[in-house]
């Protein structure tokens, strides 16, 4: 069983750098053809894509966002991790990590999915 576990904290202040951590169990994320995503909902909007670091450590971003976002990993922990800097009250969302494959981008599927965490850019 696959298992996504996102943690990190439920309030950030405006201008500062949001980091979130997801502890992936029950798969490995080197494990080839699957993609890691960040994904996040706003209240009241769609889910958006963040971004997606491949099995092979390969990231990529939304445009809108990455000059902002970072994704990376840590391998002998199984964990993913995201830093979005400069946040502001349009960052608030729930935060989801995801995995998927090379088509999740464009058609929003993934196989797993956390339960999501919280966080709000207010001071």
């Known amino acids: 069983q696959v298992q996504l576990q996102e943690s990190g904290p439920g309030l950030v202040e405006p201008s500062q750098t949001l980091s979130l951590t997801c502890s992936v169990s029950?798969?490995?994320?080197?494990?080839?053809?699957?993609?890691w995503s960040w994904i996040r909902q706003p209240p009241g909007k769609a889910l958006e894509w963040i971004g997606t670091i491949t099995f092979s450590g390969r990231s990529y971003y939304d445009p809108s966002l990455q000059s902002r976002a970072s994704i990376s990993r840590d391998t002998s922990k199984n964990l993913l991790t995201l830093q979005l800097t400069s946040v502001t009250p349009e960052d608030t969302a729930v935060y989801y990590c995801a995995r998927g494959d090379v088509n999740s981008r464009i058609n929003n599927k993934y196989d797993y999915r956390g339960q999501g965490t919280q966080v709000t850019v207010s001071s």
């Open positions: 029950g798969a490995s994320i080197t494990t080839n053809d699957y993609y």
